[in-house]
């Protein structure tokens, strides 16, 4: 289950959901499915505590909380790595953001809801001795946009943390969508490129065909005959210089009467 592409998945869930927890768990199992590739959790947390002084929270730092988070996802998908995106992600805004990420570099999105209630978020932030303000939690989950409003926006694993039942299955089975995803966007570029490959060919044989057509009419004129050795070498030039198949007949024709003019100081009709 080697691959060479790397790609993205946004976590998305209540503050104390357990997101941090299955993301370690997460980047155990890619980095034992996928062997050459190098897993980075990336936790805003940690760029907010480097910029905010003291324990307070700092909403006027957000923006840039935000903008120095999507960097560094950037920035270690560009390297190769894949990336997991712990962070509470509740905005579909948010995750659109992530996606945008990823379709910029080509890359496979996949989206993680951990699904843990409320009322257990509340209790897990209470025996953690109430890291986050129980309000703060309250007010998250009334904002929540729970992936109603797009089709893009559908979760590829939904996962209640608060029932750890078969979380090792969910996991392989999710792990094998990846792999099945990756496996068809390979086969895709395959027959993408076999296609530009045979438009290609197509091309090169009808600029072959038609340039060659006007050649030997000029050559049937005795003046012109003279060139010949010219010509031939100045067709060949020409098809090396109009390779890209963006030329329909009458431009190819158009234009390699035109080049020739130029180059021999002729007529031709």
């Given at each position: 289950m080697q691959n060479k592409k790397n790609f993205l998945i946004c976590l998305a869930g209540l503050p104390a959901s357990g997101k941090s927890t299955f993301a370690q768990k997460l980047k155990v199992e890619l980095?034992?499915?996928?062997?050459?590739?190098?897993?980075?959790?990336?936790?805003p947390d940690i760029i907010r505590k480097s910029l905010i002084k003291g324990e307070e929270f700092d909403h006027t730092k957000e923006q840039i909380v935000r903008e120095?988070?999507?960097?560094?996802?950037?920035?270690?998908?560009?390297?190769?790595?894949?990336?997991?995106?712990?962070?509470?992600?509740?905005?579909?805004?948010?995750?659109?953001?992530?996606?945008a990420i990823a379709k910029d570099l080509n890359l496979l999105f996949?989206?993680?809801?951990?699904?843990?209630?409320?009322?257990?978020?509340?209790?897990?932030?209470?025996?953690?001795?109430?890291?986050?303000p129980n309000e703060v939690i309250y007010k998250i989950n009334c904002?929540?946009?729970?992936?109603?409003?797009?089709?893009?926006?559908?979760?590829?694993?939904?996962?209640?943390?608060?029932?750890?039942?078969?979380?090792?299955?969910?996991i392989t089975k999710f792990l094998l969508k990846i792999n099945r995803e990756l496996k068809r966007k390979r086969i895709a570029k395959k027959v993408k490129q076999a296609e530009v490959k045979r438009t290609y060919k197509t091309y090169h044989e009808k600029l072959d065909s038609l340039t060659r057509k006007i050649v030997a009419e000029l050559l049937q004129d005795p003046h012109n005959r003279k060139n010949k050795n010219k010509i031939i070498r100045?067709?060949?030039?020409?098809?090396?210089?109009?390779?890209?198949?963006?030329?329909?007949?009458?431009?190819?024709?158009?234009?390699?009467?035109?080049?020739?003019?130029k180059k021999l100081n002729i007529e031709i009709k």
């Amino acid at each position: 289950m080697q691959n060479k592409k790397n790609f993205l998945i946004c976590l998305a869930g209540l503050p104390a959901s357990g997101k941090s927890t299955f993301a370690q768990k997460l980047k155990v199992e890619l980095r034992n499915t996928f062997q050459n590739k190098e897993i980075k959790i990336v936790d805003p947390d940690i760029i907010r505590k480097s910029l905010i002084k003291g324990e307070e929270f700092d909403h006027t730092k957000e923006q840039i909380v935000r903008e120095k988070n999507l960097l560094e996802i950037r920035n270690l998908l560009k390297n190769g790595f894949i990336v997991i995106s712990d962070d509470l992600n509740y905005y579909s805004s948010m995750r659109h953001d992530l996606r945008a990420i990823a379709k910029d570099l080509n890359l496979l999105f996949f989206v993680v809801y951990i699904s843990t209630p409320l009322d257990i978020c509340i209790q897990w932030n209470e025996k953690r001795g109430k890291p986050i303000p129980n309000e703060v939690i309250y007010k998250i989950n009334c904002k929540f946009d729970y992936f109603v409003k797009y089709d893009w926006d559908t979760p590829d694993l939904i996962f209640d943390l608060s029932k750890p039942k078969n979380i090792d299955k969910k996991i392989t089975k999710f792990l094998l969508k990846i792999n099945r995803e990756l496996k068809r966007k390979r086969i895709a570029k395959k027959v993408k490129q076999a296609e530009v490959k045979r438009t290609y060919k197509t091309y090169h044989e009808k600029l072959d065909s038609l340039t060659r057509k006007i050649v030997a009419e000029l050559l049937q004129d005795p003046h012109n005959r003279k060139n010949k050795n010219k010509i031939i070498r100045l067709r060949r030039i020409f098809i090396k210089d109009n390779l890209s198949p963006k030329l329909t007949d009458s431009k190819i024709q158009k234009r390699f009467k035109n080049f020739l003019k130029k180059k021999l100081n002729i007529e031709i009709k």
